[in-house]
């Protein structure tokens, strides 16, 4: 059975980081691009970033560029998004998705981990 765990959200300060992480079991990671979306309340969800299978190309909103890196190691099945910078507009739950490519709709979503930005 296809799964995904995120771990790493949770309250962090104006200007904190965050390291959120997706594990994968149930499938091979290899052969899907993963991305990480978020939704703010009462918002729909946004993709913040993602990454192709082999890892050598990666996108980003325009909201987190220069802030956010994207990153995966096949070998541990694990995806992983580092935040710096962080800013109370990023809050949200983030979830971790699988797709072909990058390109396709989101074939797969994750359980979400919430992160809170707030002094």
């Known amino acids: 059975q296809l799964q995904f765990v995120e771990s790493g959200g949770g309250l962090v300060q104006p200007g904190g980081s965050l390291r959120l992480s997706c594990a994968a079991s149930?499938?091979?990671?290899?052969?899907?691009?993963i991305g990480w979306y978020r939704q703010a309340p009462g918002k729909e969800h946004e993709r913040v970033s993602c990454v192709s299978t082999s890892g050598g190309s990666t996108s980003y909103a325009d909201s987190v560029k220069g802030r956010f890196t994207i990153s995966r190691d096949n070998a541990k099945k694990t995806v992983y998004l580092q935040m710096n910078s962080l800013k109370p507009e990023d809050t949200g739950v983030y979830y971790c998705?699988?797709?072909?490519?990058?390109?396709?709709?989101?074939?797969?979503w994750g359980q979400g981990t919430q992160v809170t930005v707030s002094s």
């Open positions: 149930g499938f091979t990671l290899d052969y899907f691009a």
């Open positions: 998705t699988a797709q072909p490519r990058c390109s396709d709709p989101v074939a797969y």
